[in-house]
C-alpha cells in the first residue's frame, strides 16, 4: 500500500511539471514552426513583460486557434496542458483518501 500511496503522489508532482512545462514547450513549437502567430502573442515591437506573454498565452491555450492550425505537435502540448493538471490532482486527491481510509 505506501508503495501505491507513493507512485500516487509522486504521479501527482510529475503531472503538475508537466502542466508548468507544456505552456512553454507550445510557445516554442509557435515560435519555431508558426512565427506569424507567435508574433500576434508576443509582438516584435512591443516590449511585453514575461507576465504579460504569459497572460496571453493562456488566452492562447483556451482559444480555438490552436486547433484550428491542425498540428499533432501542439494539439498533443495542449493536451497535456489541460488534463494534466485534473490529472495531478486526482492522484493526490486519491492518495488523500488512502490516508485518510487507511489509518
Avoid at 512553454?24 to 508576443?42: D, S
Amino acid at each position: 500500500m505506501i508503495i501505491l500511496y507513493l507512485a500516487l503522489l509522486a504521479s501527482g508532482v510529475g503531472l503538475f511539471v508537466l502542466s508548468y512545462v507544456a505552456p512553454f514547450r507550445l510557445a516554442a513549437l509557435l515560435r519555431r514552426y508558426y512565427p506569424q502567430h507567435w508574433r500576434i502573442i508576443a509582438p516584435e515591437h512591443e516590449s511585453l513583460s514575461g507576465f504579460r506573454i504569459w497572460a496571453r498565452m493562456q488566452q492562447v491555450l483556451r482559444s480555438p486557434a490552436l486547433p484550428a492550425l491542425e498540428d499533432a505537435r501542439v494539439d498533443r502540448w495542449r493536451y497535456i496542458w489541460r488534463y494534466s493538471q485534473w490529472l495531478g490532482w486526482l492522484c493526490w486527491l486519491a492518495a488523500l483518501a488512502m490516508r485518510f481510509l487507511l489509518h
